[in-house]
T-cell receptor
């Protein structure tokens, strides 16, 4: 069975601070995909990144960066110089290649509050 | 851009009522999904469909059914709503295929059952 753990339920930072959201996963699949989604107060989940298990290169997109470490089964997400608009709930998710219908397993989410 | 829409943002129903939640996507995606979201539990899959008239149970199908008569539309049905079905319901769609493709989500329906 697959499992995704986001140990931080809530994080509060002051604007311009850097913040890292942790994600640890469990899977028996050798090929799998990892995702991060952002859910702002409006409710809609916004796709941020998709990474397959063979690509361990870190990725940077503007103020966002992702650190994938297969050895520790982690896929952490860092926001540099946080802004108030980054306030949201962030979900990490996992899908195995053999899952029928490409089902996703989600973590419990981390609520990030960025204060001005 | 992928567009997934849900029929209502907020719904209030009474215990025992039959409830329909509608989801429409405009990107010709084969796969469609229904999740419920509860605090601390993340998103849990209720049902998904990989083709018209096809459906598969997810992790928590009890008390729900689904219907997919057209490719773009996927309905979630609560046959007899109960208070423990008060939740946020999210619909998603994705392309089919060998690789796990990205799921795109609608804005969600917050359902309250009194």
């Amino acid at each position: 069975a697959q499992k995704v753990t986001q140990a931080q339920t809530e994080i509060s930072v002051v604007e311009k601070e850097d913040v890292t959201l942790d994600c640890v996963y469990e899977t028996r699949d050798t090929t799998y995909y990892l995702f991060w989604y952002k859910q702002p107060p409006s409710g809609e989940l916004v796709f941020l990144i998709r990474r397959n298990s063979f690509d361990e290169q870190n990725e940077i997109s503007g103020r966002y960066s992702w650190n994938f470490q297969k050895s520790t089964s982690s896929f952490n997400f860092t926001i540099t110089a946080s802004q108030v608009v980054d306030s949201a709930v962030y979900f990490c998710a996992l899908s195995g290649l053999n899952n029928a219908g490409n089902m996703l397993t989600f973590g419990g989410g981390t609520r990030l509050m960025v204060k001005p | 851009d992928v567009k997934v829409t849900q029929s209502s943002r907020y719904l209030v129903k009474r215990t025992g009522e039959k409830v329909f939640l509608e989801c429409v996507q405009d990107m010709d995606h084969e796969n469609m999904f229904w999740y419920r979201q509860d605090p601390g539990l993340g998103l849990r899959l209720i049902y998904f469909s990989y083709d018209v008239k096809m459906k598969e149970k997810g992790d928590i199908p009890e008390g729900y059914s689904v219907s997919r008569e057209k490719k773009e539309r996927f309905s979630l049905i609560l046959e007899s709503a109960s208070t423990n079905q008060t939740s946020m319901y999210l619909c998603a769609s994705s392309l089919a295929g060998y690789n796990t493709d990205t799921q795109y989500f609608g804005p969600g329906t917050r359902l309250t059952v009194l």
